[in-house]
């Protein structure tokens, strides 16, 4: 069986002269597999004519197509399709009542899908897009015997209510001038407004209007409307975006304890690995070839599910979905040795912006070295960074780049892209600017694997593709000092760690220097070399210490925190330990929060 895939917004066979029609050897022979569609004016393939021999995938300039070769059998497994040469998905997952399941999966591979079919807002068309109205009978047919059978007979009779906060909450709150307060109690449906502003510390916003709101406090407030509602299924989707550690072991809280309400279905998508571990009971793990098709796996537990994903084979399955597996040390890796010739060194700084007042310990930072900064939201990172940048200038103290002359690169949170540019447009500008080779640039892009996004318009990217197009932009810039602020949002797991080891490499090829805010710990400890850790009162009083060795940074953070990660034994990744647990008390008292490992037979 063969999948063909056009993405539309790459194709542009009027530039091309429909080179992927011209050269089909099956055309040639006067079989009509891919021609131009009337109605739409791009190519459209006939899979079950295609042979697959890779030819038009091959000349198109644009990489606009894709066919892939899947066994006959799945074939009775489709849930859904987009359209005619369009994203597929086989198999959904099996929510059980009072279980947390969690999806994992690369960005691409239908997680978001998954959520909106069983919200009811998509009606699975079980592969059948050429019928317009889609018979909700058939859905419930094709699932006969199995519980997804009883899930689907419920929605489509309107018995099964369900909350769904979704991945974007930018564009969905940003323009609205509506209260906070209005906003999450027209949601409320049983008596959970108390208790969820207090869990996710909502008092001061209360009164706040949604477009006054940063993406912090947006994502609060979205978690806070969904978990207020009594319904019967909760579909969070990528709840800690934008979110610092403390807010996202608050929201891991809060969605567990929705865990009470017996006859609940809770299903959520998270890249954070340590936050998805704690909250998940179950795991499905999607794979496949992202924007092609998504296979959703069987259920597996969270800690087997977690250690398949990054062994990279599903047990179950028999299948191998990555050739390489992720692994982690035990220990803090050894830095690459940066080199001893410090970028430059800073003193004592002090800031005070309205009623905020920051302070800065003195540090130095050496060529190729990467320092993570570690902190609540609030508490002064930006205000940081921009001292360091001399994009502001302290009251007391010297900003070091400013008399030094240094070249510094900022990637900000909040990415807000120019208007009308395409990502070639945008890389273009960046490589008129630089003085030195491209050798970096295109080592990158081939790296992050973007060049199928260059016709692509900024704006109508979505936010991991985006994220990356911001990252790459950054770091191509030729600078003494790059300043990256939370490089992860949006990105899947293994693009997180695959941009770790990149911004690494990046930074002692250029024999540079970066820091780098983060709030997922887990990827933390790939990318830093030593840490600076922010502690205060946020939107009050913030103090960044000097630079701390990895280890003791962890230390000095995760106890500001309250919590430890003991590893897993199998793969070594960190778990985050059970409040008040063995591990948890004695690895308080040791001090030791995060380089901690017991082997099995100790
Ligand atoms: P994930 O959540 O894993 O990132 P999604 O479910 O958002 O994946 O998307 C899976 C694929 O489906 C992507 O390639 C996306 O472009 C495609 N897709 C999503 N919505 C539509 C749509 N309405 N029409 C066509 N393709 C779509
Ligand atoms: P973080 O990056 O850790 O989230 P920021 O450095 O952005 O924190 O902000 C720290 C505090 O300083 C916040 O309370 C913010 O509102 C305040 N602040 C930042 N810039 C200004 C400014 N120009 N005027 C007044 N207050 C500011």
Redesign the pocket.
Known sequence: MRIAVLDHSLCKPKDCGASCVKFCPKNKTGVKTIFIDENTNKPKIIESLCVGCGICIKKCPFRALEVVNLPEELEENCIHRYGPNSFKLYKLPIPRTGLVLGLIGPNGTGKTTVLQILSGEIIPNLGVYDVNNVEKYKVIEHFKGTELQTYFRRLFNGDLKTSYKPQNIIDLHLSSNIKVSDFIEASAEYNAVNKVKDALNLSGLWNHKLNELSGGELQRVAIASTCVKDAHVYLIDEPTSYLDVYERIKVAKLIRSLVSKKEAYIIIVEHDLAVLDYLSDVICILYGKPGVYGIVSNTYGVRSGINAYLEGYLPIENVQIRKESIQFTIHPPAPEKPSERKTFQWGFMKKI????RIEVEPGQISRGEVVGIL??????????IKLIAGLIQPDEGYSPTSYLKLRVSYKP?YLSPPKNMTVKEFFDLIFKEQTSSHSIGNELIDFLDIRTLYNRKLEELSGGELQKIAIAGCLLRDAHIYLIDEPSAFLDIEQRLLLAKMIRKIILMREASAFV?EHDVILVDFIADSLIV?TGF??IF?LASSPMKLRNGMNHFLKTVGITFRRDKKTKRPRVNKEGAYLDRLQKKIGEYYYFFIDEEE
């Open positions: 912006l309205g009623t905020f902190g609540p939201n609030g508490i002064g990172k930006t205000t940081f949170q805010v922010f946020p939107n913030g």
